[in-house]
């Protein structure tokens, strides 16, 4: 099998899972007791958190989450007054963002360009003295566009706004700026375990709980956590910070091999310069991606045309970036990263090009 969906998960890496193991096979204390195995398991929760805090910004703290969807509905629903996002956002926040609204908050979307980025100058004016929230992705999951995040977080500072980052497909592959007030991150996509999550606050920031209960984490999140997987969290991110320039340029290889690898009859979705380059969206003229993907069963990658692996729903980012049905039905999004080779990824290219033309041919 080749693996080419690096924005749907990816490896677990092998020094997350030496992390975690110990948690699993022999030291199973609770980590919120006060007896020694506790306090032991307390500390491993620790230099996880120190671990993940190392790639955020200066002068905030992590509380663990089950994963970045818990984390977002909690940055959201926590805080107050009319919130404005954009219209590429993960469903994590256009549904939650959503359900606010029916509550009766104000929440603005903004539209984007045709290379997925926000219009500066319509965020200037919907982004009004009074509202709450402003919440911006860093890396959209789907077309791999990296915003403006700097300068909206400047917007939301200056009419009193709290700045909420989505940074799960950033996080451990570019930097996060120092603007945002709440940064969500996912531990599974920088190869570490699924099942846990964060949320960055910077200091000052309070937050309404999302979960009630014993209130464990600094922030207030209810819950028992869990050592193994903060474990491997910690051990993913410590990792990714050591391998910071070397991932970063090994993803910028491989995408700019795969561009010139692909041919003509391909369009690139999305900008092609601001952009984290482990994501390859494309498009080709009447491509059944349904039959590509059949034909195809031992390389893993998405059709693009949904915004999640499985979920059946049609993207709203491409729509959002004015693909008709059509375009949309014909895309396909390759993930690729630390542990893709330049060799298995053309390979790859080659099959998809050959099933690609044998559907024209056929036609």
């Known amino acids: ?28 204390a609770n980590p919120h ?28 703290a992590v509380s663990f989450t089950s994963g970045a969807t818990e ?9 107050r007054g009319p919130i404005v996002t954009l219209a590429t956002e993960h469903a994590a926040v256009l549904d939650t963002v959503e359900a606010e609204a029916r509550k009766g908050r104000e929440a603005t979307v903004l539209p984007v360009g045709g290379d997925g980025l926000v219009d ?9 003295p009074g509202t709450g929230l402003v919440a911006a992705m ?3 999951n789907e077309i791999g566009t990296i915003q403006p995040v700097e300068q909206l977080a400047e917007l939301a500072h200056a009419a009193g706004a709290l700045f909420l980052c989505d940074a799960v497909q950033g996080f451990g592959r570019v930097l996060i700026p120092e603007g945002p007030d709440l940064v969500a991150v996912s531990a599974h996509k920088i190869h570490g375990p699924k099942g846990v999550g964060a949320l960055w606050i910077r200091d000052g920031v309070t937050l309404e709980p999302l979960l009630h209960g014993g209130g464990q984490e600094p922030a207030g999140r209810s819950g028992t956590l869990s050592p193994a997987l903060c474990a491997g ?9 050591q391998r910071f320039g070397a991932d970063h340029a090994h993803a910028e290889q491989l ?3 795969a561009l010139a690898h692909i041919g003509a009859d391909w369009t690139l979705n999305g900008s092609q310069g601001e952009r984290y380059h482990g994501n390859l969206n494309i498009r080709r003229e009447g491509l059944d991606v349904a ?4 034909d195809l069963r031992d390389i893993a990658f998405s059709a693009g045309s949904a915004c999640a692996s499985g979920s059946g729903r049609p993207s709203h980012v491409l729509r959002a970036i004015g693909l008709g049905d059509a375009e949309a039905r014909s895309s396909i999004r390759l993930g690729f990263g630390r542990y893709t080779t330049e060799e298995e990824l053309m390979a790859a290219l080659d099959r998809i090009n050959a099933a690609a033309r044998a559907q024209k041919v056929a036609a």
Do not use: C
């Open 71 to 79: 984390a977002l509905n909690w940055a959201i629903k926590g805080t």
């Open 233 to 241: 969290f910690g051990a993913a991110a410590r990792l990714a910070k």
């Open 255 to 257: 995408f700019r091999a």
């Open 33 to 60: 007791s006060a007896h020694a195995p506790g306090r032991a398991a307390k500390a491993a929760v620790e230099v996880a958190r120190d671990d993940v805090a190392g790639l955020m910004p200066e002068g905030g």
């Open 120 to 128: 500066l100058a319509a965020a200037r004016a919907a982004i009004r």
């Open 138 to 140: 860093l890396v959209n």
């Open 1 to 28: 099998m080749t693996y080419l969906d690096y924005q749907a998960t990816t490896p677990l890496a092998p020094e997350a899972l030496a992390a975690m193991l110990p948690w699993l096979e022999s030291q199973h």
């Open 291 to 294: 039959r590509l993907m059949s």
